[in-house]
């Protein structure tokens, strides 16, 4: 079984909305034919207790167990399956194989301001556990990861980590809570909204249920997210419909749809619109599929 990681990112906006794209597997031959997808039907998520340092008291659980609530709604009418809330948990790991933890964790710190040069962590990404700090890009806002079989897409474990770290230029994305109002660009307070914890988890949960980025702005699966952003917080009907027919309630989980899979792509590629970085890259840990959410640039006036 060889080991892949997949980093998809998407940028820029798009003018042909796609109704959701499912998260293919990767196998030693790169994308294949399978779809990332649950085999059971009970997923239970444990929230790392540090929780997010800069919102009051328990609000961030609040937001993402309200995120859970959102998906659980959608399920209810349409499939079984059900988000399960666990315990808490104090060691969370991400990407651990089997373990089946799903945690969610909050990262304070970058990794490259914790982390000495000459930690063995650096050799074979294990920093963020080890370190408990966020080691991915500056400008990806969360990230999930599932580990899965290369051999039938079936996901055993999937992880949602958020970006709380310093950038390079010294900022960080500040997570907050609350409906209103907005902030204003590098105003960011606990008392308007900033990055969107509800907003973000929703996004991710899409994910780890097996979901990828679609071509447009308005889909909870749009790849990027401005500040204040509080659109992802409702699953859009394109995700919603792609979820009620892949976990149909009673049967097992439907296989990819490669017809529109096939199409999906080939009008990303013909509208020109669609930057995707679909990369096989080094070994981060076994049969993972990293899927980010990335802060919304504003465009340079040109
Ligand atoms: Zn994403």
């Not at 961030?60 to 009418?77: K, P, S, V, Y």
């Not at 988000?83 to 808490?88: S, Y």
């Not at 917080?233 to 529109?260: H, M, N, Q, W």
Request: proline share 5%.
């Amino acid at each position: 079984m060889s080991k892949w990681a997949l980093l998809v990112v998407m940028v820029a906006g798009a003018t042909s909305a796609q109704p959701y794209l499912r998260t293919r597997a990767l196998s030693n031959s790169g994308a294949s034919d399978l779809c990332v997808t649950w085999s059971v039907r009970k997923v239970t998520y444990r929230m790392d207790s540090a929780g997010s340092a800069k919102t009051p008291v328990e609000a961030e659980f609040t937001a993402i167990d309200n995120a859970f609530a959102t998906w659980q709604t959608l399920a209810r009418g349409c499939s079984d399956f059900e988000f399960i809330r666990g315990p808490r948990i104090t060691d969370a790991k991400v990407g651990r194989g089997t373990d089946q933890d799903n945690v969610i964790i909050f990262r304070e710190e970058n990794c490259r301001d914790v982390v000495p040069l000459t930690d063995a962590c650096q050799s074979d990404g294990s920093c963020g556990n080890t370190h408990k700090c966020w080691e991915h890009g500056d400008s990806t806002i969360a990230l999930t990861t599932s580990t899965y079989s290369t051999r039938t897409g079936v996901v055993f474990d999937s992880d949602i980590e958020f970006n709380a770290g310093k950038s390079l230029d010294g900022t960080r994305f500040l997570f907050t809570t609350i409906s209103s109002p907005p902030c204003a660009e590098g105003m960011e307070t606990p008392f308007c909204t900033a990055y969107d914890i509800q907003n973000t988890a929703t996004h991710e949960i899409g994910h780890l249920v097996g979901f990828d980025h679609v071509n447009g702005t308005t889909s909870t699966m749009a790849p990027t997210a401005p500040l204040a952003d509080l659109q992802k917080r409702v699953i859009d009907p394109g995700t919603a419909s792609g979820f009620c027919g892949t976990y149909p309630k009673g049967k097992p989980p439907v296989p990819c749809d490669e017809l529109a899979q096939l199409k999906n792509r080939i009008t990303a590629r013909n509208t020109g619109t669609l930057g995707c970085s679909c990369d096989g890259v080094g070994v981060l840990w076994p049969w993972v599929s990293l899927v980010v959410l990335v802060r919304r640039r504003r465009r340079a006036a040109r």
